[in-house]
């Protein structure tokens, strides 16, 4: 095994953001659940499910890698259905059509200016290229990067992590991301007992606090890489800003970021300490009073991992992951129990907040190029810059935590749409400190 040196760096991951295609959890939220308080929770109902042929019979479990980690396909003769699933995932490749969002967005090349984001930001592929894309995106290919940008993208990472301690995370980013072949698969939620649910990040774990036994474990192996996270800026080390689900909330988490000053990156020509949100769909889900659909029992699996019956009958937990509105067996047989037409519901919950997005996103873009403007004309200064700086922080931290979740508003619509209120409040104001 290698040794490990201990270089410094700094600040978050620029490829930390991964906007998907399928949205979390709970399918639908406030704005679904209208009269249907005495709906029944399918998700506390679980049909039983078999086990592949070959793994319900006594097996030795496969050779693992030179980091500990037993690949996908060292498990394919044992689990067949589950591993031919998990492949189907290639279909959402990066060639499968995906979105520029620095064209879906363009008020981005403005608000994410002077970061890494501003230089590439696309659509994201399935976990089977989790290794590629990090590799391929400009935000490492044109900016030094420390190996923390790792996290995630490969169990082998996490078991270097695990065995030989946490500065493996400080060390630079291309000189160990060649290592690695194996992108997301079995080890990151099992590590090498795929008979159990196990959280191989134990940063994330830990950040779950006196919550780590209430939350099931299928939404924990999800949530250990769709949340919200920044670098220790002294330890390099992936940090969760909250510990326990009370603090996982929009406030509470830009609270902790004020609280300890921190800041990804000054935006050029105002100063402005901005904060770049990552995936928030654990906290989105989870955080503070939680969705209705995780409070109904509902978890990311039951959504996007549905079950699926293979030719000779034996029924299994699909791995390929996808949106629930994808699955029409869920669709006709679970979401019928409450929605009468759940595509529909969820298509204007997502519009509702693209178009708010897309509102809030110009009228952000308008607050920097003018405080821009006017610190280099040098009529903002003080004070009142000061308060703009803040408020320009607030109003894009609250706008890139609803942007950046994966759910586009169907996860948790109230949540949503409340916090994109404070986004548009703390934008309009500095507008008007401005005018």
Same mark, same amino acid.
């Given at each position: 095994?290698?040794?490990?040196? *201990?270089?410094?760096?700094?600040?978050?991951?620029?490829?930390?953001?991964? !906007?998907?295609?399928?949205?979390? +959890?709970? /399918?639908? &939220?406030?704005?679904l659940v209208v009269g249907l308080v005495a709906c029944a929770p399918a998700a506390t109902e679980k049909t039983e499910v078999s086990a592949s042929p070959n793994a319900a019979a006594k097996h030795a479990t496969p050779e693992a890698d030179e980091y500990g980690v037993v690949t996908a396909e060292a498990w394919k003769d044992i689990y067949p259905n589950e591993y031919a699933s998990y492949m189907a995932?290639?279909?959402?490749?990066?060639?499968?059509?995906?979105?520029?969002?620095?064209?879906?967005?363009?008020?981005?090349?403005?608000?994410y200016k002077g970061y890494a984001f501003s230089l590439d930001y696309d659509q994201a592929s399935s976990?089977?290229?989790?290794?590629?894309?990090?590799?391929?995106?400009?935000? *490492?290919?044109?900016?030094?990067?420390?190996?923390?940008?790792?996290?995630? !993208?490969?169990?082998?990472?996490? +078991?270097? /992590?695990? &065995?030989?301690?946490?500065?493996v995370y400080a060390e630079k980013f291309n000189d160990?991301?060649?290592?690695?072949?194996?992108?997301?698969?079995?080890?990151n939620c099992h590590e090498n007992d795929p008979k159990s649910n196990t959280v191989a990040s134990k940063f994330f774990f830990d950040s779950l606090g006196p919550d780590a036994d209430s939350i099931p474990k299928d939404a924990q192996v999800c949530g250990q890489c769709h949340n919200e996270y920044y670098f220790n800026?002294?330890?390099?080390?992936?940090?969760?800003?909250?510990?326990?689900?009370?603090?996982?909330?929009?406030d509470a988490i830009l609270a902790y970021y004020d609280a300890m000053g921190f800041a990804d990156w000054k935006y050029p020509g105002t100063d402005t300490p901005m904060i770049k949100v990552q995936h928030p769909e654990?906290?989105?889900?989870?955080?503070?009073?939680?969705?209705?659909?995780?409070?109904?029992?509902?978890?990311?699996?039951?959504?996007?991992?549905?079950?699926?019956?293979?030719?000779?009958?034996?029924?299994?937990?699909?791995?390929?992951?996808?949106?629930?509105?994808?699955?029409?067996?869920l669709l006709a047989n679970d979401c019928s129990n409450c929605h009468s037409d759940l595509k529909t519901e969820v298509a204007e919950i997502q519009?509702?907040?693209?178009?708010?997005?897309?509102?809030?996103?110009?009228?952000?873009?308008?607050?920097?190029?003018t405080m821009t403007d006017q610190v280099a004309a040098g009529t903002l200064t003080g004070d009142k810059l000061a308060q703009c700086q803040k408020l320009h922080r607030n109003a894009q931290f609250y706008w890139d935590f609803v942007m950046v979740?994966?759910?586009?508003?169907?996860?948790?619509?109230?949540?949503?749409?409340?916090?994109?209120?404070?986004?548009?409040?703390?934008?309009?104001?500095?507008?008007?400190?401005?005018a």
């Open positions: 095994m290698r040794k490990i040196e *201990t270089p410094h760096g700094k600040a978050k991951c620029a490829n930390g953001k991964t !906007k998907v295609t399928m949205w979390g +959890a709970g /399918v639908a &939220s406030f704005a995932n290639e279909s959402n490749s990066p060639d499968s059509g995906k979105k520029n969002y620095l064209e879906t967005y363009p008020a981005l090349n403005t608000m976990h089977l290229y989790t290794l590629d894309s990090v590799k391929d995106t400009l935000r *490492t290919q044109k900016k030094e990067q420390l190996a923390n940008c790792i996290t995630c !993208k490969t169990p082998q990472f996490t +078991a270097l /992590v695990n &065995s030989e301690g946490d500065s160990m991301i060649d290592e690695f072949d194996e992108p997301i698969s079995c080890y800026s002294e330890t390099k080390v992936p940090t969760n800003p909250y510990s326990g689900r009370e603090q996982m909330t929009p654990f906290e989105t889900n989870y955080g503070g009073s939680g969705s209705y659909m995780t409070n109904l029992g509902y978890t990311c699996a039951d959504c996007h991992m549905g079950k699926s019956t293979a030719e000779d009958g034996t029924v299994y937990v699909s791995h390929e992951w996808k949106s629930p509105l994808e699955n029409e067996d519009s509702h907040q693209e178009e708010r997005v897309q509102a809030i996103s110009k009228k952000i873009e308008q607050l920097a190029n979740e994966n759910g586009d508003g169907a996860h948790n619509s109230q949540l949503s749409d409340n916090t994109l209120d404070k986004s548009e409040k703390a934008v309009d104001e500095a507008l008007a400190l401005l």
